[in-house]
Structures are given as structure tokens and as C-alpha cells.
């Protein structure tokens, strides 16, 4: 099984839905992060989580939320979705003594 | 601000044909320097850290080097199978206390071999 899962791994909405993605890991890291890949942009952080009461906004976290449900699960939320949110949204995680990112397969949003 | 910039964009090799991938970057206080793989359809893997000036690591066909404003992806002899996109990414040193060091992605390099 993957170390890191994310669901779902593709997902069509529209304008104004509510949506959450989940981010599952099994590798006992204590720092999650989630990240948007978009063509000729980059990677960008999202939002960071240390451990469960530790959460910060990264870089581009305007129309996101997230949620540390445990150390194992984190979820980034889309409050009201909008077309620019379309992109690929990336997971990832890493122990607190090491600077190596392991990341998830990835979900796939577009919206409408 | 801190940049990482990648060069070529795209890169199409024969297998066999050695080359190098390149990464530029400017940032206040270099943390690391990491190499990442991504294959169509997946997250980046991680490939390597450097974090000085002069270091070196290798993993099979591949070695990066670290000079103070870039590093190279050194591919020997490669076979379809590197075919992949390549990504850099500078963290920043921390700002203070326990503040997390910037990451800071390249576009990445496409690279294609032919066999």
C-alpha cells in the first residue's frame, strides 16, 4: 500500500461548491503539506501542519482551509470553488528531524 | 524573492547520450538544495539534498552537484526509463525559532529518451 494517499484522485466541480480533499499517511511523519502544481508555475505550498495544533498558511492559501484530524490525516477544504482553483493538488509529508518530502499521488480538480 | 529557474525546459536524448540538467537559483540563505523526479500521473520522488557548495551524490545514472548559484543534474548514459520531469526546489534558512524554511520549487525539466 502507498505510503501517502490522497482522495479523490480526480474531481469535477463547480463555481461556488464546497469541496474537500483528503490526505492519508502511514509513514508516522509528524509535518503534512499540501501543494498546487500548475503548468509553467511550479509546486506551491498551500498550508503546513507540524503536528495537530500546529497549522500555518504557506504561500497561496487565500480560498483554502485545512484540517489536522490526527497525525495520520489532513484535509484542505475549498470553501467556494472557483475556475483558477483548477490545478493539481499534491500532499506531502516529512519527518520532523529530516528535510526530504514524501509526496502523494496527487487529485486532480477542475472546476467549472 | 527568493527564484529557482531550470534550463532547458525540455530535453530529448538518445540512450546512451549523457547530458546535464540545470538549476539556478537565488535565495537568502540556502537550507538545501533537493532534486525531485515526477512521472506523469504521480507526486515528485525525491532524489537527492544538497546542502554545500562542492558536494556531490549519486544514485545510479544520475549525480547532482552544487556550486553557490546552481546545481547540475548529471545523467550518464540514459535509458528510456529516466524519462521523467525534474524539479529543484531551494528551502531558505529559518527565520527564527521554529519557523518553517521556505520552500521554493522550479518549473522543472522535461527530459525524453529515445531508445
Known amino acids: 500500500d502507498a505510503d501517502v494517499t490522497q482522495t479523490p484522485r480526480n474531481r469535477i466541480t463547480k463555481t461556488g461548491k464546497r469541496i474537500m480533499l483528503e490526505c492519508s499517511q502511514t509513514?508516522?511523519?509528524?509535518?503534512m503539506y499540501w501543494y498546487r502544481q500548475d503548468p509553467g508555475l511550479g509546486l506551491r505550498l498551500i498550508y503546513y501542519?507540524?503536528?495537530?495544533?500546529?497549522?500555518n498558511k504557506g504561500e497561496i492559501s487565500d480560498g483554502y482551509s485545512v484540517s489536522r484530524q490526527a497525525q495520520a490525516k489532513f484535509s484542505l477544504s475549498l470553501e467556494s470553488a472557483i475556475p483558477n482553483q483548477t490545478a493539481l493538488y499534491f500532499c506531502?509529508?516529512?519527518?520532523?528531524?529530516?528535510?526530504?518530502?514524501?509526496f502523494g499521488p496527487g487529485t486532480r480538480l477542475t472546476v467549472t | 524573492e527568493d527564484q529557482v529557474t531550470q534550463s532547458p525546459e525540455a530535453l530529448r536524448l538518445q540512450e546512451g547520450e549523457s547530458s546535464s540538467l540545470n538549476c539556478s537559483y537565488t535565495?537568502?540563505?540556502?537550507?538545501?538544495l533537493f532534486w525531485y523526479r515526477q512521472d506523469p500521473g504521480k507526486g515528485p520522488e525525491f532524489l537527492f539534498t544538497?546542502?554545500?557548495a562542492g558536494e556531490e551524490k549519486e544514485k545510479e545514472r544520475l549525480k547532482a552537484t552544487l556550486t553557490k548559484k546552481e546545481s547540475f543534474l548529471h545523467i550518464t548514459a540514459p535509458k528510456p526509463e529516466d524519462s521523467a520531469t525534474y524539479l529543484c526546489?531551494?528551502?531558505?534558512?529559518?527565520?527564527?525559532?521554529?519557523?518553517?524554511?521556505?520552500?521554493?520549487f522550479g518549473q522543472g525539466t522535461i527530459l525524453t529518451v529515445h531508445p
Open positions: 506531502a509529508t516529512s519527518d520532523f528531524n529530516s528535510d526530504e518530502q514524501y
Open positions: 509513514k508516522g511523519h509528524d509535518r
Open positions: 501542519s507540524f503536528d495537530v495544533k500546529d497549522i
Open positions: 535565495v537568502s540563505g540556502l537550507r538545501g
Open positions: 544538497l546542502y554545500s
Open positions: 526546489a531551494v528551502r531558505q534558512a529559518k527565520a527564527g525559532g521554529t519557523s518553517y524554511g521556505k520552500l521554493t
